[in-house]
């Protein structure tokens, strides 16, 4: 049975997680946009747009979980992801602003990614699941962290990646470990519906690409 100070330790470290995470939030912006100005060399346009669609699939898929649960952690889950959507927002504004062309390998990112899109929203008609189904847009967001991570390395042997703030590499690994134990914690009060399975799917392939970016970023 939980107690009065079990509940006070989860929502001490949940608070921190939530905190800490705005402030990475704010150092992402700020040293992206720092480095930017300098170079954009290995920042793809599909791996900034294909990020912050990301990032809106898993804002979408916390709105369940706040309005069924409405405790603090899923209110806490929501307001993360949208201040990560404004930050990434911002951050693909500004890469565009600085002339980002299309290349070879967006080509390449966004046939993989609408193909792989259409395939899954073809398997949720054979399954008669709406495409708004939590696991449809799971199938989403994989698609569109994973398929630009890896792409990304191409982007990097080929370009270089002195447009990567080593800032945005180390706080992606620490940032995703955050959101998936903020999310741990939030099934502890609310369970493992469809709706966290989802986000969590999402985050993890994020993990396991962004290692796969990191080795060949740090190699560079």
């Given at each position: 049975?939980?107690?009065?100070?079990?509940?006070?330790?989860?929502?001490?470290?949940?608070?921190?997680?939530?905190?800490?995470?705005?402030?990475?939030?704010?150092?992402?912006?700020?040293?992206?946009?720092?480095?930017?100005?300098?170079?954009?060399?290995?920042?793809?346009?599909?791996?900034?747009?294909?990020?912050?669609?990301?990032?809106?699939?898993?804002?979408?898929?916390?709105i369940a979980p706040l309005?069924?649960?409405?405790?603090?952690?899923?209110?806490?889950?929501?307001?993360?992801?949208?201040?990560?959507?404004?930050?990434?927002?911002?951050?693909?504004?500004?890469?565009?602003?600085?002339?980002?062309?299309?290349?070879?390998?967006?080509?390449?990112?966004?046939?993989?990614?609408?193909?792989?899109?259409?395939?899954?929203?073809?398997?949720?008609?054979?399954?008669?699941?709406?495409?708004?189904?939590?696991?449809?847009?799971?199938?989403?967001?994989?698609?569109?962290?994973?398929?630009?991570?890896?792409?990304?390395?191409?982007?990097?042997?080929?370009?270089?990646?002195?447009?990567?703030?080593?800032?945005?590499?180390?706080?992606?690994?620490?940032?995703?470990?955050?959101?998936?134990?903020?999310?741990?914690?939030?099934?502890?009060?609310?369970?493992?519906?469809?709706?966290?399975?989802?986000?969590?799917?999402?985050?993890?392939?994020?993990?396991?690409?962004?290692?796969?970016?990191?080795?060949?970023?740090?190699?560079?």
């Amino acid at each position: 049975m939980s107690t009065s100070s079990d509940y006070l330790d989860s929502k001490r470290i949940t608070d921190f997680l939530f905190y800490f995470q705005l402030v990475a939030a704010s150092v992402f912006v700020a040293s992206q946009l720092s480095v930017m100005r300098q170079s954009i060399s290995g920042v793809s346009i599909t791996w900034f747009g294909l990020w912050l669609i990301f990032l809106s699939i898993n804002l979408f898929l916390s709105i369940a979980p706040l309005r069924r649960d409405r405790n603090r952690i899923s209110k806490q889950t929501f307001f993360l992801y949208l201040v990560w959507v404004i930050a990434m927002a911002v951050a693909f504004a500004f890469l565009l602003w600085q002339g980002a062309a299309w290349t070879k390998i967006d080509t390449v990112t966004a046939m993989i990614t609408s193909i792989g899109s259409i395939a899954a929203i073809g398997i949720a008609r054979i399954n008669h699941l709406p495409i708004t189904d939590p696991m449809v847009q799971a199938s989403f967001a994989v698609l569109c962290k994973a398929v630009p991570q890896l792409t990304l390395v191409w982007m990097i042997i080929e370009y270089g990646g002195d447009g990567i703030s080593p800032y945005v590499v180390v706080l992606g690994h620490i940032t995703i470990s955050l959101r998936l134990t903020q999310l741990w914690y939030a099934s502890l009060e609310g369970g493992w519906d469809r709706n966290r399975k989802g986000i969590a799917i999402g985050e993890i392939s994020n993990e396991l690409t962004w290692i796969i970016a990191t080795v060949v970023w740090l190699l560079q």
